[in-house]
């Protein structure tokens, strides 16, 4: 597992089912695995939870953390999940938080990540007493310190909750506020915005979303908005106009990485008859007002947005950089030293290319191409090398092709 995490996660699945068991007053039971009657009854609690949330959405927005079925298999199945994803996306922050506030914890997966990332004080907040009393009981089991936080911020006179902070995390909780469709756009890029207003200079607010074509889309969206109020977006996105992947209706974009799951998190998944082989999520990490957007290195670079696409013969891909989103093509007959990390790239991978040609509507890469790995997908962009007689504060300039 990459990032180094997979021991982390380890750890905590013996301390998510001791406090699954002690909220339903049952303490005993084989330490860190699940009996098969467990299974069977939390993977029943996973499906429900997966049907509402993913299929038909019923759920999204209602009260299921005040469910106690729902809430456990909430946090035997959908925890680990979520704390692998918000690993995974902190290890591309440019800094290490500190004081960290997550908003719409639950029983606080991004929270914990956030404090086995390097954070010092961590604050989970979410409306769900019930998910904010699991919260607590892990951070006692753990050791941890977890101050935890009621808020709604759909109720009048909501407050976010006071201080200033390194990072502020909003995990799968957006798509569940002010509604679907399009109307959901302003009053999400608004809390966004009032949640920007507190995260320091340097610091970031990360917000993830279920790698669905509905709320993938819905992210989107709100990111376009709040480019368009000049915040700018530290990852995943190098182009700094509107959204390539909204222009088709049956585009959208999200992160995907291996992951070999816990025994306890497949056992459910197969007992909830899901499908799980691999972390798929949509993310945005997101500056405060003020700041610049990352001045991306050297080279003509693209971010890989698709998984490898078929082609007779040929390496396909849909790229996202600062010029825009373009299909990368190469002929299996061009394939050299030089250019041959094409064939294995992933969804997530930031490369540079050289010598391409414009063929349909994309790129082809040739012989005379050369394939640069510039960040593994998981890993930040790094920043251009310092220049020498540069001037103290270079500022940034426009990134070619993109629009000013
Ligand atoms: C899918 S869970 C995400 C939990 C956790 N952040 C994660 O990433 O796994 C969505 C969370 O949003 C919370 N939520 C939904 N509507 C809310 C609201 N109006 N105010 C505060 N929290 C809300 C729910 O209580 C739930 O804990």
């Not at 006179?157 to 506020?177: K, S």
């Not at 608004?190 to 819905?218: C, D, F, H, Q, W």
């Not at 610049?292 to 390496?315: A, D, M, N, T, Y």
Request: proline fraction near 9%.
């Amino acid at each position: 597992m990459s990032n180094g995490y997979s021991k982390d996660l380890e750890r905590w699945m013996p301390r998510l089912i001791a406090v699954w068991r002690a909220s339903r007053g049952k303490g005993d039971g084989p330490e860190g695995r699940l009996t098969p009657q467990e299974v069977k009854e939390v993977g029943a609690g996973v499906r429900q939870l997966s049907m509402g949330l993913t299929r038909e959405r019923q759920l999204a927005g209602a009260r299921y953390m005040d469910d106690p079925k729902l809430l456990g298999a909430y946090l035997l199945f959908y925890w680990p999940v979520s704390y692998a994803q918000a690993r995974q996306v902190l290890g591309e922050l440019p800094n290490r938080p500190r004081q960290v506030l997550d908003l719409g914890s639950g029983p606080g997966p991004v929270a914990f990540a956030a404090l086995d990332a390097g954070g010092k004080e961590v604050t989970a907040a979410d409306r769900s007493k019930a998910a904010l009393n699991l919260a607590r009981a892990l951070a006692t089991e753990a050791g941890e310190a977890l101050a935890t936080r009621e808020w709604d911020p759909t109720k009048k006179a909501a407050v976010l909750p006071e201080g200033q902070y390194d990072l502020i995390t909003m995990g799968h909780v957006i798509n569940e506020l002010y509604g679907t469709g399009d109307s959901a756009t302003t009053p999400r890029a608004a809390l966004l915005e009032a949640a920007l207003a507190k995260v320091k200079r340097g610091g970031s607010l990360l917000v993830m979303e279920p790698a669905l074509r509905e709320t993938s889309r819905g992210l989107l969206h709100v990111r376009d908005a709040m480019v368009a109020r000049g915040y700018a977006v530290r990852a995943p996105c190098m182009y700094r106009g509107a959204c390539p992947a909204l222009v088709k209706e049956t585009d959208w974009c999200h992160a995907e990485r291996p992951w070999p799951m816990p025994r306890v998190v497949e056992e459910l998944a197969r007992a909830a008859s899901l499908h799980k082989e691999a972390l798929k999520m949509s993310y945005l990490v997101l500056a405060p007002k003020g700041e610049e957007w990352p001045e991306p290195p050297p080279g003509r670079l693209f971010r890989i947005v698709s998984e490898p696409l078929e082609g007779k013969g040929r390496h396909r891909y849909i790229g996202c950089g600062p010029e825009g989103r373009v299909g990368l093509a190469m002929q299996e007959r061009h394939r050299n030293e030089k250019n041959e990390r094409f064939l294995q790239l992933h969804r997530g991978d930031v490369i540079a290319v050289t010598e391409t040609e414009p063929k349909g509507d994309g790129l082809a890469l040739s012989d005379v191409s050369e394939v640069r790995m510039v960040a593994p997908a998981g890993k930040g962009v790094p920043p251009p090398p310092p220049k020498e007689d540069a001037p103290t504060n270079p500022g940034t300039s426009p990134s070619p092709g993109a629009p000013s």
